[in-house]
Every structure is written in structure tokens, then in C-alpha cells.
Nanobody, 127 residues
Framework: QVQLVESGGGLAQAGGSLRLSCAAS????????MGWFRQAPGKEREFVAA????????YYADSVKGRFTISGDTAKNMVNLQMNSLKPEDTAVYYC????????????????????WGQGTQVTVSS
């Protein structure tokens, strides 16, 4: 059984930092994409960042580019999201996601392409 478990959410002030981690178990994702999505109240789930281990490339939403950094360790089956210069609009539940297959770059930002999801971790940024 595949499980993704997030940790590291919490409360931060605007301009502060938080680091999210996601540990995967049940299978390896060493050649797949793993990413982070977020969902704020009343809004749709949106792409934040992803790393495609097949081509070792990272992707970011425009809204977080330059502030967030995704990294990971295929040996540990983990992916992290370092969030700096946080803004109140970053407040959301953050979900870790992993793809069960290798896919092209066009699919990286599409949440429907990911097969496995964590339970989510709340990030709240106060102004």
C-alpha cells in the first residue's frame, strides 16, 4: 500500500519560512514525478512545485518562483518544499503528490495526472 505522509506545516508570519517534507512508502518514485499542490478555502487545488526524477528537472508555479524550492532524495523516497518569504496568500492546505508512471513535462502541473496523495498539512501565514 502506497502512503505519502507530509510534515512541517504550521503557522508563520509574513516574510518567514517553513519547510515541508513528504515521505513515501510502499513503492519507489525514483523515476517519477513528485510534487506539491495546495488548496485554499473556497478555491481549487493548484500546482505549487514538482520535481521530475526521470529528467531531474524542477517546476514551479509563477506565484512561488524565487521563493519556494523543491528538493528530494530518491534513495529516501522523500521530497521537500522550502518556503521562504511567505505571504498571507500562501495560506492553504499543502498536499504531497506522486505519479505512478513516467509522464511528459506537459503533465507535471496537472493534479489529475498524479496517482498518490498525502493527507495534507496546513500552512497559515499571518500578516
Amino acid at each position: 500500500q502506497v502512503q505519502l505522509v507530509e510534515s512541517g506545516g504550521g503557522l508563520a508570519q509574513a516574510g518567514g519560512s517553513l519547510r515541508l517534507s513528504c515521505a513515501a512508502s510502499g513503492r519507489t518514485f525514483s523515476r517519477n514525478a513528485m510534487g506539491w499542490f495546495r488548496q485554499a478555502p473556497g478555491k481549487e487545488r493548484e500546482f505549487v512545485a514538482a520535481i521530475d526524477w526521470n529528467v531531474v528537472r524542477t517546476y514551479y508555479a509563477d506565484s512561488v518562483k524565487g521563493r519556494f524550492t523543491i528538493s528530494g532524495d530518491t534513495a529516501k523516497n522523500m521530497v521537500n518544499l522550502q518556503m521562504n518569504s511567505l505571504k498571507p496568500e500562501d495560506t492553504a492546505v499543502y498536499y504531497c503528490a506522486a505519479s505512478g508512471r513516467i509522464f511528459t513535462e506537459a503533465f507535471v502541473t496537472r493534479n489529475v495526472e498524479y496517482d498518490y496523495w498525502g493527507q495534507g498539512t496546513q500552512v497559515t501565514v499571518s500578516s
